[in-house]
């Protein structure tokens, strides 16, 4: 009964691999005027997002400091990006769970950015205890109230 228990087990565990290769998922986001709609997603770690209607529009996680110094707020681990100004993106497969921010560099001032949140948001309570400003707390604050 040994066997069969381990080959039951190994069969279900190839099949939850196999599902979730399967199911993983590309989430699009729309570029409109100011705005990335929708402003918040969340999704499955594996997932893909794209950004779409991107003409005069970067999607961007690296965020640039007072001092000129730069911040990313990503999960541990995880690797952000920088899109190709006025290009439709795709990210990589998100696979580390936690909060993504990102922005609009043209637009920022207009507070054009967005969140992704990749299964559970382990980092978010380290992004707002960095006590952030203006359109970045927007952000968080969008953030908290999604995962609520
Ligand atoms: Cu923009």
Redesign the pocket.
């Known amino acids: 009964m040994k066997y069969g228990k381990s080959l039951t087990s190994a069969l279900i565990g190839a099949s939850v691999l196999f599902s979730s290769a399967v199911m993983a998922e590309n989430h699009v986001v729309q ?1 409109q005027v ?1 705005a990335f709609k929708p402003m918040v997603i969340q999704i499955a770690p594996g997932d893909t997002v794209s950004w779409e209607n991107m003409n ?3 999607s961007n996680t690296v965020f640039t400091n007072k001092d000129q110094s730069k911040t990313e707020y990503i999960p541990e681990g995880a690797t952000g990006w920088t899109s190709a100004m006025g290009e439709n993106y795709g990210t990589e497969p998100l696979t580390v769970e936690g909060v993504y921010l990102y922005k ?1 560099d ?2 920022w001032g207009a507070g ?1 950015g967005g969140v992704i949140i990749v299964g559970e948001p382990t980092n978010l309570e380290a992004i707002a205890a960095t006590k952030p400003k203006g359109a970045l707390k927007r952000l968080v604050k969008k953030a908290q109230k999604a995962v609520k």
Request: glycine content about 12%; charged content about 0%; hydrophobic content about 35%.
């Open positions: 570029a100011t005069g529009h970067i609009c043209p637009h054009m």
